[in-house]
């Protein structure tokens, strides 16, 4: 029987300020942008009982509970602990399958001759990322990824929810409907007209009724509330290329324009890395010109970056490559591959300026983060805009 | 143009021009090779993608002087499949050139480019100091070294290695930044200063002209006592090297090599040493079991042992153990096993000797003797620093 944890991180982004300030602990926390037309991207338990939840306009979170302390994000710091969360999880099974920067499914099948059953690993991860990041997390235990999300859900914080095999169907039985992921404000209504509440309700159903009621997905819903799940869960992987492209309204007509160009790509696709955690060796570069012909041209660096300086650098290192004089070009595009989420280590001639680029990239995508995407950019790449 | 060359010479000449020859340049003349008449009996064979130039000089029966750029690779395929013996090469007008085999009904018709069009070829500026190094020595300094030139082209500095005649040492030095290698040989007499950064590309055609010349003795002058020498030549930004009938030029990448004598571990206070071919053997039956992401594995010594492990979450773990000659603390240390198994592969030796100060300093490696034909011996020096790993 197949034994898949889902673990998910209780308050993550309120939790980790609590952790990093003491001033903040058991006070209500909401992680957001300052403005009040911002969003809530996190609450701290303290704020909960107030109403207070994710998604929330701030304007709202603030009116229902007045005292509660914003805090602006730092997401390099939450995927910097996420780092630590997602190495605790890959010390027991390779099987990890990461929804977000605090959430996880794991498949542990194999791993409990090793560190025993299902429960017994939730435990000790649950102890681990206590002990190593001073957080908590809630765990569920099941057969399925959607029975132990559910479970997961059920009892937070510091929940450990397991359910036997065998035991699925009797779990759900109770449960209210909008516990399923994708049965919200518009779907639950629709189903509460015709009597339905509970998922036992769903799975005791004709699936012709659901189908009719939800279209093509009512099939799913229906095996879902049976607690009939064989989706495997698939291990994280780095994409194989990132970039980004663009297509000038003018065509570009000088090697600086299209330099320039390149920087405004390099920004973007630095931001990618930097937000997803991953370094990249290789640059290509792509030019299309007025008549519609492609070249690429590509730059394989001893040393993995993410930072828009050095692929600025790389890419232009390869316009000599291209021909450029008179030509016309249209678009411009920056493409990164052989994907790392290694970190690059020290060399035998470090260059300090190298962690410093990373820091400025990782402090870029944070102002971006809190302001959308005008917050901060370069001098050079005003005037474009 | 036209004239009649043996096809040995034409396609000794032909099949070097072909790592020269720029296919992917946006000048189409530098995927040409230059054929051009020179003087009364001789064919002048060239290539050239503006940094490396690449020229040589076959006898043979001119009837009519004049030149043409040819397709290199498309002259190399029709001259290897020409039957042995002459080949006639004649031009027309608009550049079409006929290769025929004399003897035999065997011809070929290629388009080419007028020879004016192709770029002039570097030429040593009058009185230039040059410098008469065997061809064993400089394949030495580069079969121990070139495997650690950084790949990077962004990096010019890296990616190529640093030749250095001091005194009576000549030197050569490559880095990527993770490892270093340094190889030194005295040639006994001969003083002299020069020191050049040559372009991986360049280093890659230079090992080919080695170990031709030494494969085939003959093919052009040789030194006082008979080993085949190289003319080196330093000239403004380019150098030249001559010899095997052949001149290869190269212009010189114009940066700084990092300070590299400042990375060599000097204080280093554990030494190991170790059956060279047991370690590579093991290094690198563990770094098949290792993390594709990182190659990574660790070395763990105990007096007398040393256990060589491996951890991948994907593909579990590998393990071997040999005995080495080491007495110091107990210490673990990580590496990418690639790394150390270029070193190893490059030398002769029976032993090598590992030198370890804290497990995230560079380790040194040095060839440390037991053979009749030592890497260590008195006047040639290798060594090769690592910089470790967080496993």
Same mark, same amino acid.
């Given at each position: 029987?197949?034994?898949?944890?889902?673990?998910?991180?209780?308050?993550?982004?309120?939790?980790?300020?609590? =952790?990093?300030?003491?001033?903040?602990?058991?006070?209500?926390?909401?992680?957001?942008?300052?403005?009040?037309?911002?969003?809530?991207?996190?609450?701290?338990?303290?704020?909960?009982?107030?109403?207070?939840?994710?998604?929330?306009?701030?304007?709202?979170?603030?009116?229902?509970?007045?005292?509660?302390?914003?805090?602006?994000?730092?997401?390099?710091?939450?995927?910097?602990?996420?780092?630590?969360?997602?190495?605790?999880?890959?010390?027991?099974?390779?099987?990890?399958?990461?929804?977000?920067?605090?959430?996880?499914?794991?498949?542990?099948?194999?791993?409990?001759?090793?560190?025993?059953?299902?429960?017994?690993?939730?435990?000790?991860?649950?102890?681990?990322?206590?002990?190593?990041?001073?957080?908590?997390?809630?765990?569920?235990?099941?057969?399925? #990824?959607?029975?132990?999300?559910?479970?997961?859900?059920?009892?937070?914080?510091?929940?450990?929810?397991?359910?036997?095999?065998?035991?699925?169907?009797?779990?759900?039985?109770?449960?209210?409907?909008?516990?399923?992921?994708?049965?919200?404000?518009?779907?639950?209504?629709?189903?509460?007209?015709?009597?339905?509440?509970?998922?036992?309700?769903?799975?005791?159903?004709?699936?012709?009724?659901?189908?009719?009621?939800?279209?093509?997905?009512?099939?799913?819903?229906?095996?879902?509330?049976?607690?009939?799940?064989?989706?495997?869960?698939?291990?994280? &992987?780095?994409?194989?290329?990132?970039?980004?492209?663009?297509?000038?309204?003018?065509?570009?007509?000088?090697?600086?324009?299209?330099?320039?160009?390149?920087?405004?790509?390099?920004?973007?696709?630095?931001?990618?890395?930097?937000?997803?955690?991953?370094?990249?060796?290789?640059?290509?570069?792509?030019?299309?010109?007025?008549?519609?012909?492609?070249?690429?041209?590509?730059?394989?660096?001893?040393?993995?970056?993410?930072?828009?300086?050095?692929?600025?650098?790389?890419?232009?290192?390869?316009?000599?490559?291209?021909?450029?004089?008179?030509?016309? %070009?249209?678009?411009?595009?920056?493409?990164?591959?052989?994907?790392?989420?290694?970190?690059?280590?020290?060399? +035998?001639?470090?260059?300090?300026?190298?962690?410093?680029?990373?820091?400025?990239?990782?402090?870029?995508?944070?102002?971006?983060?809190?302001?959308?995407?005008?917050?901060?950019?370069?001098?050079?790449?005003?005037?474009?805009? | 143009?036209?004239?009649?060359?043996?096809?040995?010479?034409?396609?000794?000449?032909?099949?070097?021009?072909?790592? &020269?020859?720029?296919?992917?340049?946006?000048?189409?003349?530098?995927? =040409? %090779?230059?054929?051009?008449?020179?003087?009364?009996?001789?064919?002048?064979?060239?290539?050239?993608?503006?940094?490396?130039?690449?020229?040589?000089?076959?006898?043979?029966?001119?009837?009519?002087?004049?030149?043409?750029?040819?397709?290199?690779?498309?002259?190399?395929?029709?001259? #290897?499949?020409?039957?042995?013996?002459?080949?006639?090469?004649?031009?027309?007008?608009?550049?079409?050139?006929?290769?025929?085999?004399?003897?035999?009904?065997?011809?070929?018709?290629?388009?080419?480019?007028?020879?004016?069009?192709?770029?002039?070829?570097?030429?040593?500026?009058?009185?230039?100091?040059?410098?008469?190094?065997? %061809?064993?020595?400089?394949?030495?300094?580069?079969?121990?070294?070139?495997?650690?030139?950084?790949?990077?082209?962004?990096?010019?500095?890296? =990616?190529?290695?640093?030749?250095?005649?001091?005194?009576?040492?000549?030197?050569?030095?490559?880095?990527?930044?993770?490892?270093?290698?340094?190889?030194?040989?005295?040639?006994?007499?001969?003083?002299?200063?020069?020191?050049?950064?040559?372009? +991986?590309?360049?280093?890659?055609?230079?090992?080919?002209?080695?170990?031709?010349?030494?494969?085939?003795?003959?093919?052009?002058?040789?030194?006082?006592?008979?080993?085949?020498?190289?003319?080196?030549?330093?000239?403004?930004?380019?150098?030249?090297?001559?010899?095997?009938?052949?001149?290869?030029?190269?212009?010189?990448?114009?940066?700084?090599?990092?300070?590299?004598?400042?990375?060599?571990?000097?204080?280093?206070?554990?030494? &190991?040493?170790?059956?060279?071919?047991?370690?590579?053997?093991?290094? #690198?039956?563990?770094? &098949?079991?290792?993390?594709?992401?990182?190659?990574?594995?660790?070395?763990?010594?105990?007096?007398?042992?040393?256990?060589?492990?491996?951890?991948?979450?994907?593909?579990?773990?590998?393990?071997?153990?040999?005995?080495?000659?080491?007495?110091?603390?107990?210490?673990?240390?990580?590496? =990418?096993?690639?790394?150390?198994?270029?070193?190893?592969?490059?030398?002769?030796?029976?032993?090598?000797?590992?030198?370890?100060?804290?497990?995230?300093?560079?380790?040194?490696?040095?060839?440390?003797?037991?053979?009749?034909?030592?890497?260590?011996?008195?006047?040639?020096?290798?060594?090769?620093?690592?910089?470790?790993?967080?496993?």
């Amino acid at each position: 029987m197949r034994q898949i944890l889902h673990i998910d991180m209780d308050a993550f982004y309120a939790s980790v300020e609590q =952790n990093d300030d003491p001033a903040l602990r058991g006070k209500p926390v909401v992680v957001g942008g300052p403005s009040r037309r911002g969003v809530v991207c996190a609450a701290s338990y303290e704020a909960r009982p107030f109403g207070v939840h994710s998604a929330m306009p701030m304007g709202e979170a603030l009116r229902l509970c007045p005292k509660a302390i914003v805090v602006a994000p730092r997401m390099a710091r939450y995927a910097e602990v996420s780092g630590i969360v997602f190495e605790i999880f890959g010390r027991f099974t390779p099987l990890v399958e990461g929804l977000s920067l605090d959430e996880a499914f794991l498949d542990v099948t194999r791993s409990q001759s090793l560190f025993g059953d299902g429960a017994a690993i939730a435990r000790q991860i649950k102890d681990a990322v206590r002990r190593e990041t001073g957080l908590v997390a809630s765990a569920g235990v099941a057969s399925s #990824k959607f029975v132990a999300k559910i479970a997961s859900d059920l009892k937070k914080p510091d929940a450990l929810v397991v359910v036997p095999a065998g035991e699925e169907a009797r779990f759900l039985d109770p449960l209210p409907m909008e516990r399923m992921w994708g049965i919200g404000n518009k779907t639950a209504p629709r189903l509460r007209e015709v009597g339905l509440r509970t998922i036992g309700d769903l799975a005791r159903s004709d699936p012709r009724r659901l189908t009719g009621l939800l279209g093509s997905w009512g099939r799913e819903v229906h095996a879902l509330a049976r607690g009939d799940d064989d989706r495997d869960v698939v291990p994280d &992987v780095a994409p194989k290329s990132i970039g980004s492209e663009e297509t000038h309204e003018y065509d570009l007509t000088s090697r600086e324009a299209v330099a320039e160009s390149l920087l405004d790509r390099a920004s973007h696709v630095a931001q990618r890395l930097v937000r997803e955690g991953y370094w990249a060796r290789v640059v290509t570069v792509k030019l299309k010109y007025a008549d519609f012909t492609l070249l690429t041209r590509r730059a394989s660096l001893s040393e993995a970056v993410s930072d828009t300086q050095s692929l600025y650098e790389a890419a232009c290192g390869t316009l000599d490559r291209f021909p450029l004089d008179g030509e016309r %070009v249209r678009l411009v595009g920056i493409s990164t591959s052989e994907i790392t989420d290694v970190a690059p280590g020290p060399t +035998l001639f470090s260059d300090p300026a190298a962690s410093k680029r990373r820091k400025l990239e990782e402090l870029v995508n944070d102002v971006a983060v809190r302001y959308g995407d005008v917050g901060i950019t370069r001098a050079t790449l005003l005037r474009q805009k | 143009m036209e004239l009649t060359v043996a096809k040995k010479d034409l396609l000794r000449l032909v099949t070097r021009m072909q790592g &020269v020859a720029e296919r992917k340049s946006t000048m189409p003349v530098l995927s =040409n %090779v230059l054929l051009a008449v020179d003087g009364p009996n001789a064919l002048r064979v060239a290539a050239t993608d503006l940094y490396l130039a690449l020229f040589g000089r076959i006898a043979g029966e001119v009837h009519k002087g004049g030149s043409v750029a040819v397709p290199a690779k498309d002259l190399f395929e029709r001259v #290897k499949m020409m039957p042995d013996g002459p080949i006639h090469i004649a031009t027309q007008d608009n550049s079409t050139t006929t290769l025929k085999a004399t003897g035999s009904a065997r011809r070929y018709t290629l388009r080419g480019m007028p020879g004016d069009d192709f770029p002039p070829l570097p030429t040593p500026a009058e009185g230039s100091p040059t410098l008469a190094l065997e %061809v064993d020595v400089l394949k030495a300094l580069i079969d121990k070294t070139h495997f650690s030139i950084s790949t990077d082209e962004t990096r010019a500095h890296l =990616n190529s290695a640093l030749f250095e005649w001091d005194g009576d040492t000549v030197r050569m030095v490559t880095t990527d930044g993770h490892r270093l290698s340094k190889m030194e040989v005295k040639v006994e007499g001969r003083q002299a200063s020069a020191t050049m950064l040559i372009p +991986l590309k360049a280093i890659q055609e230079l090992r080919r002209s080695c170990d031709e010349m030494l494969s085939n003795p003959t093919a052009g002058p040789e030194g006082k006592d008979g080993k085949p020498t190289l003319q080196i030549t330093q000239s403004g930004s380019s150098a030249f090297f001559q010899g095997g009938g052949m001149t290869f030029s190269v212009k010189l990448v114009d940066a700084q090599f990092p300070p590299y004598s400042q990375v060599i571990p000097q204080g280093a206070d554990k030494t &190991v040493r170790a059956p060279r071919v047991a370690f590579a053997d093991a290094l #690198k039956a563990v770094s &098949v079991a290792a993390s594709e992401r990182t190659g990574g594995v660790k070395l763990s010594l105990t007096k007398g042992s040393m256990r060589i492990t491996s951890e991948s979450p994907e593909s579990g773990d590998g393990f071997d153990e040999i005995p080495v000659e080491y007495s110091g603390p107990n210490m673990s240390i990580g590496f =990418n096993a690639k790394y150390f198994l270029d070193v190893l592969a490059s030398i002769t030796d029976d032993e090598v000797e590992v030198s370890l100060s804290g497990e995230l300093d560079p380790a040194v490696l040095r060839p440390a003797g037991g053979t009749t034909k030592s890497d260590a011996s008195s006047d040639r020096q290798f060594l090769a620093v690592v910089m470790p790993m967080r496993i």
